[in-house]
């Protein structure tokens, strides 16, 4: 039997918003889709802007 010596790197740690590109506050963090905001309203303008470029592609 063959064993599967490939292994992953870690992942990075995500240290500023995506949206805002503020510092990411340990108590203050909000986690969606495998990403960190640092609000609710950064997710959502992030999420709109992925379905802009999304639609300006096609």
């Known amino acids: 039997m063959a064993q599967d ?6 992942q990075e740690k995500q240290t500023n918003c995506l949206a805002c ?4 506050r340990k108590i203050k963090q ?13 997710w ?6 992925a379905k802009e470029e ?3 592609k096609e």
């Open 54 to 56: 999304k639609n300006a």
């Open 44 to 49: 959502r303008v992030a999420l709109q802007k």
């Open 21 to 24: 590109n503020k510092p990411l």
């Open 30 to 42: 909000y986690y969606r889709n495998g990403k960190y905001f640092c609000t609710k309203k950064c």
């Open 5 to 10: 010596t490939t292994k992953q790197a870690p």
